[in-house]
C-alpha cells in the first residue's frame, strides 16, 4: 500500500504474490479433489467395519451438509456420499437429527421454480435413497415440525 519500491519492483512483489496464491489455491483444489475421491470409493469391507487407512468426522461432515445442502455443489456431494459410501449412509441413517438435512432437501423440492432442474433431481434421488431405509422411514415419519415457514 505505502511502499516507496519502484513500480518494477512492486510489480514483482504483486506478481511472486500472486503465483504464490495461485499455486496455494491450486494444491488446496488438488486435495478436495482427492478426499472426494476418497470419500467416494466403493469398499467390499462390511458395512460394520472401518475402513483401515482413512477416517474423517462424519459428524463435521454431515453439520456442514446440513447447512449447505441448499445449494447445487452440497446436493451432489450428498448424493455422491450416500450413493457411493455406505459407511456415510447407515451414519446420515443412523442420526438422530435427520430433520436437519431432510427440510432442507423438501425445501429445494418445494420452491422447484427457482432452483434448476438437475438441483430438484439430485435433491428427490437422494430422498429415495434415504427412503430405501426402514429406518430411515420410521424416524422421519416422528419428527415433530416447528415453526413453518
Known sequence: ???SATPAVAEATVTAIDSTNTLRNHHLAN????LLLI???PT???????LPWFSIDYHSLYDVLCQTVHTDQSTILLYMLLHRNQHFKAYVISRTNIDQIVLPILRVI???TERNSHHIYMSLIILLILTEDDYFNRTVHDIKLKKLS
Open 1 to 3: 500500500m505505502g511502499s
Open 31 to 34: 486435495q478436495s479433489i482427492h
Open 39 to 41: 470419500l467416494n470409493t
Open 44 to 50: 467390499n469391507l462390511p458395512d460394520s467395519e472401518p
Open 110 to 112: 418445494y420452491t422447484a
